[in-house]
């Protein structure tokens, strides 16, 4: 997928192979965006709390700027934040300096073994297909030491736009801007094109970028995993805090045996 920048000084577009959430929605994102770690914290720390050693190790996948990764920071866990966006890597090292922040993108780059790994955020749902998806899922399933649990969310059609029906908003602060269309281009992808504005040094930075999200069947979920082997919860929250409508928490449990 290419995106598209301008110069504040031009009308000319360049074609940007960046990751997602470059400088511009990175900062728009920490600065406002970040709600969804803090009301998932409490449920995710809860499903934690029951297997994390003292000095475990969580592996977080898709930290952003690190509005869950304080949290899980502040309960005196060991925390590896990971992010495929250097943007959000650099963000994030300053604002919870007590984790450690690294580029780290699915499904190709390995996770390293770990107590817990979390997502916050639908970070699987921007792999580019179910098969991906499945496959991803199971790798880092694989990661968790025995007894180990991984805590993530995913995003599904309920509560998507029909198909042919795009919304848009936008939103207007002294220092930033930010313009969003949302459409279902398929019954299982949902289209986000974002263009962003931030001032810097007395002009605006325009920005655009395109997000395209696999909306997951929930349904298959359980199936992916060999139930010898793990455990295996689906459910609309994450450790009793709610999830947005759409939103599904998945929580795999690692059993505690020498094999699987």
Known sequence: MVNMIRSPLSDEYEP????YYRSGLALIHHLAYGGHGDRIAPGVLSLLAPVLRRDGLVVELGCGS??????LVGAGHRVLATD????????????????????????????????AI???GHVFNYLPDPHTVDQALVAVAGALRPGGVMVVDLLTAVGAPEPGEPSTHARVED??????????????????RITTFVE?????????EIHENLLTDSGRLPGLFDPDSYRVTV????????????????????????EG
């Open 16 to 19: 940007m192979n960046d990751p």
């Open 66 to 71: 690190g509005a869950l990764t304080r949290h």
């Open 84 to 115: 495929a966006s250097p943007a959000f890597v650099e963000l994030g090292a300053k604002t919870v300096p007590g984790a450690r922040f690294e580029l780290l993108t699915l499904p190709d780059d390995p996770i390293p073994d770990a107590d």
């Open 118 to 120: 979390v997502a916050a």
């Open 175 to 192: 220092e930033w801007a930010m313009m969003v269309t949302v459409s279902r281009t398929a019954p299982d992808r949902l289209v986000r």
């Open 200 to 208: 810097s040094e007395g002009r605006w930075d325009r920005d655009d």
């Open 235 to 258: 459910s609309d929250d994450l450790g009793g805090s709610p999830l947005p409508e759409g939103m599904v928490g998945l929580v795999v449990v690692r059993e505690n045996t020498t």
